[in-house]
C-alpha cells in the first residue's frame, strides 16, 4: 500500500480514497477529492489556484529546493524485507521529518522578517504624508503630561503638609 500524491493540489492521497483517472495513453492521475478532479477536468491551472501546493510554491511561500525532498521521492526498486534496515529507515524517516519542519520554520521566520520591514516602511511613510494630523496630538501630549505632573505635585504638597500637621 502507497500514499499517493494529488495530481492537482500535492497533498496526500491514502488507499482507498480519492479518484484515479486513467486517461487514453494510460497516464494515470489521483486526486484526493472531486474538489481537485473538477478544477482538473475544467482545465483550470493550479499554479493560479491559492489553495494548491503548486501556488504556494511558485509564490515563493513554501520552500522549493531542500535536500530533504531527495528523501520522498519516489522509489519502484523492490528490496528484501529485512527487520534492521526497516527499523533504521523509519528513525532516518522521524529525522528527516524533524530536519524539514526545523527548515521550514526557519523559512517562514525569514519571510516574516521581509514582510515587517517593508510594513514598517509603510508606516514610515504614512506617518510623513500626516505629520500634519499627528503633530497637535502630539503637542496636546506633552500638555497633558505637564498637567498631569502639576496634578502629582500638589497631591504630594498635600499630603506632606497632612503629615506634618
Same mark, same amino acid.
Given at each position: 500500500?502507497? #500514499?499517493?500524491? =494529488?495530481?492537482? =493540489?500535492?497533498?496526500?492521497?491514502?488507499?482507498?480514497?480519492?479518484?484515479?483517472?486513467?486517461?487514453?495513453?494510460?497516464?494515470?492521475? *489521483?486526486? =484526493?477529492?472531486?474538489? =481537485?478532479?473538477?478544477?482538473?477536468?475544467?482545465?483550470?491551472?493550479?499554479?493560479?489556484?491559492?489553495?494548491?501546493?503548486?501556488?504556494?510554491?511558485?509564490?515563493?511561500?513554501?520552500?522549493?529546493?531542500?535536500? +530533504?525532498?531527495?528523501?520522498?521521492?519516489?522509489?519502484?526498486?523492490?528490496?528484501?524485507?529485512?527487520?534492521?534496515?526497516?527499523?533504521? +529507515? $523509519?528513525?532516518?524517516?522521524?529525522?528527516?521529518?524533524?530536519? *524539514?519542519?526545523?527548515? *521550514?520554520? $526557519?523559512?517562514?521566520?525569514?519571510?516574516?522578517?521581509?514582510?515587517?520591514?517593508?510594513?514598517?516602511? +509603510?508606516?514610515?511613510?504614512?506617518?510623513?504624508?500626516? #505629520?500634519? $494630523? #499627528?503633530?497637535?496630538?502630539?503637542?496636546?501630549?506633552?500638555?497633558?503630561?505637564?498637567?498631569?505632573?502639576?496634578?502629582?505635585?500638589?497631591?504630594?504638597?498635600?499630603?506632606?503638609?497632612?503629615?506634618?500637621?
Amino acid at each position: 500500500m502507497r #500514499i499517493g500524491t =494529488c495530481y492537482f =493540489c500535492s497533498s496526500p492521497v491514502y488507499p482507498g480514497h480519492g479518484v484515479t483517472f486513467v486517461r487514453n495513453d494510460a497516464k494515470t492521475f *489521483q486526486f =484526493c477529492r472531486s474538489k =481537485c478532479h473538477r478544477n482538473f477536468n475544467r482545465k483550470r491551472n493550479p499554479r493560479k489556484l491559492k489553495w494548491t501546493k503548486a501556488f504556494r510554491k511558485n509564490a515563493g511561500k513554501e520552500m522549493t529546493v531542500d535536500s +530533504t525532498y531527495e528523501f520522498e521521492k519516489r522509489r519502484n526498486r523492490p528490496i528484501k524485507y529485512n527487520r534492521d534496515t526497516m527499523e533504521s +529507515t $523509519l528513525k532516518a524517516m522521524k529525522k528527516v521529518s524533524e530536519i *524539514q519542519s526545523k527548515r *521550514q520554520g $526557519l523559512f517562514f521566520k525569514m519571510r516574516m522578517k521581509a514582510v515587517k520591514a517593508i510594513n514598517r516602511e +509603510t508606516m514610515k511613510a504614512d506617518i510623513k504624508n500626516g #505629520i500634519e $494630523l #499627528i503633530a497637535p496630538a502630539a503637542a496636546n501630549r506633552e500638555v497633558a503630561i505637564a498637567n498631569a505632573v502639576k496634578k502629582i505635585a500638589s497631591r504630594s504638597k498635600v499630603t506632606e503638609d497632612k503629615m506634618e500637621n
